[in-house]
């Protein structure tokens, strides 16, 4: 199965990370401190688009947020391998707060009215689900599994690009704002992946 859409560009963006890393670094930041800070801004996130449906400005706010959360992210894994430090703790403490992450900024959009409660939780299970077969491949001796049509970058993305769209036109379309119509998205293209890695993973076994 071929990796996730954006897992691609990983190795552009590397460089980059790596070069803030070592300043970040050289500051006297920790991984597990810049893990503590992106989940800060998931939770900012959050409460912007739970405030979003009333001004709808404050999801563009939320954009803001969600990149902040998915550069620390990628942040504090390139700080433990420049320091020769990653460790089990670190990673497990890394996918502890990714997940509360995606409860924080998916929760927050559909807590907020955007869309109906039960379509959000449908799309919450899925991402989670989602992401335990991954770390659950890792865990049988495959490998950290990618795979599949909606990774988290790629929900991050279409999460980011909803909210700029919502701000542009938040008058609902067929009951639901386009931020409601992108959880309705990830409800299904979730539980498509879940499945997707699911048949690969028992392959494989």
């Known amino acids: 199965m071929a990796p996730m859409t954006l897992e691609k560009f990983r190795p552009i963006t590397a460089t980059y990370v790596e070069s803030i890393a070592k300043k970040a670094i050289s500051a006297g930041f920790t ?21 979003s449906l009333e001004v709808a400005l404050y999801a563009f706010v939320g954009v803001i947020f969600v990149a902040l959360n998915s550069f620390f992210d990628a942040l504090d894994g390139s700080m433990a391998r420049y320091m020769g430090n990653a ?26 009215g955007h869309v109906d409660w039960e379509i959000g939780v449908i799309a919450l299970v899925g991402v989670l689900l989602t992401s335990y077969l991954g770390t659950q491949a890792q865990a049988l ?15 991050l993305v279409l999460i980011m690009v909803a909210a700029v769209a919502y701000v542009i036109y938040a008058q ?8 409601g119509w992108c ?21 494989k076994l």
């Open 183 to 203: 959880v309705v998205i990830l409800a299904f293209t979730s539980h498509i992946t879940a499945l997707q890695r699911i048949y690969s993973v028992w392959n």
């Open 31 to 51: 991984p597990n401190y810049v893990s503590l800070i992106s989940l800060i801004f998931s939770m900012l996130a959050g409460v912007a688009f739970y405030y």
């Open 172 to 179: 609902p379309l067929a009951g639901y704002t386009i931020l």
């Open 87 to 112: 460790s089990k703790k670190g990673d497990f403490l890394d996918h502890v707060i990714d997940r509360y992450a995606d409860m924080f900024i998916i929760g927050g959009i559909f807590f907020g």
């Open 141 to 155: 001796g495959i490998g950290r599994f990618y795979g599949g049509l909606m990774g988290r970058a790629d929900r």
